[in-house]
């Protein structure tokens, strides 16, 4: 195995062709397709299907190719900071439910990283699709939360994708409105209370079940629901249409002044948000100084 074929792989399943990979790598296709074919021999598996339209990655290839793109990103490190005379690029992704606090961590991680050359992405995501960043060491780190309701479920997940989850702070589930809702006066609100009103929640595509809902409380018959996939619309739909959402309460009234409130919500329930992270993977130094930071928040939480 070599880093020349790791490189020739993750071409072709960037391009899901061995023509298009040949040309942007400057090789013959006989050439690729003998070293990708010898490389599947020697571990045995076969990472590619191959069909006349082209190719797709297995299931057992997608593995492989998660762990052929670590080794690439640091080698790529060590290249650029010991050889070559440009400083390194680092490069650090996040995958996170949408909590504003994973976004204010992560402003403290670029101030403090502080380098001329950086490639960072913070992916508000799907809970499905956050645990498979993670899975497939696309993302460094990813933020979701836990509940009694789908706890058994979230954690059995993580176990068969080799995740570990590490609890950043516990709270107690708020309702989230607009100042002028009608019970934005009520020190504390009762579910029924909520059921003439718009219930507001983050689509969740092909994987909608109610276990990998980013919403406490999510097998509630509804009268009213709406469901968006950014975080923006939900606070449209909270002013405009008086609708709500129940989530851990964390919402800095700097993004949106007074116009958001958070309400606590009177039932037996507990929100556990925490870090998940593949055990294969040591933290890197950004890696570091982002949990750092999301624990300092965590503490003033």
């Known amino acids: 195995m070599t880093l020349h074929q790791l490189k020739y792989v993750l071409e ?16 013959s296709q006989p ?9 599947e021999k020697e571990i045995r598996i076969n990472i590619f299907i191959r069909t006349n339209r082209g190719v797709t990655v297995s299931n057992e290839g997608a593995e492989f190719l998660a762990y052929a793109r670590q080794v690439l990103q640091q080698f790529n490190m060590l290249e650029e ?7 390194a690029k680092q490069h650090f992704c996040i995958s996170t439910q949408h909590y504003t606090f994973a976004a204010n961590a992560f402003v403290e991680l670029v101030k403090e990283f502080g380098a001329s050359e950086y490639e960072f992405r913070l992916l508000e995501s799907k809970t499905y699709e956050i645990i498979e960043d993670v899975k497939n060491l696309r ?3 990813g933020i979701i939360y836990l509940s009694n309701y789908n706890e058994s479920v979230l954690l059995k997940l993580l176990r068969e994708r080799n995740i570990t989850f590490s609890e950043l702070f516990t709270a107690k589930p708020h309702v989230f409105i607009s100042k002028r809702h009608p019970l934005s006066d009520k020190e504390s609100i009762n579910l029924d209370e909520l059921d003439d009103y718009p219930c507001l929640s983050f689509e969740q595509g092909e994987y909608n079940s109610f276990y990998f809902s980013e919403e406490i409380l999510s ?25 709500y959402t129940i989530s851990s309460g964390v919402f800095p009234k700097y993004l949106h002044g007074d116009d958001i409130i958070a309400v606590p919500l009177n039932v037996d329930e507990v929100i556990r948000v ?5 055990n ?3 933290l890197t130094r950004l890696g570091k100084i982002y949990v750092d930071a999301l624990k300092r928040i965590a503490q003033e939480l």
């Open 81 to 87: 900071k010991y050889i070559s005379e440009k400083p």
């Open 31 to 39: 050439r690729l397709s003998n070293a990708i074919k010898e490389l």
């Open 219 to 243: 097998t509630r018959s509804l009268k009213k629901s709406i469901k968006v996939s950014d975080r923006a619309a939900i606070v449209n739909f909270m002013i405009g249409l008086d609708g």
């Open 139 to 141: 993302s460094e780190l």
């Open 280 to 282: 294969d993977v040591t």
């Open 12 to 27: 072709v399943a960037s391009k899901g062709s061995m023509n298009e990979a040949a040309k942007s790598l400057f090789i």
């Open 274 to 278: 925490g870090i998940i992270k593949h």
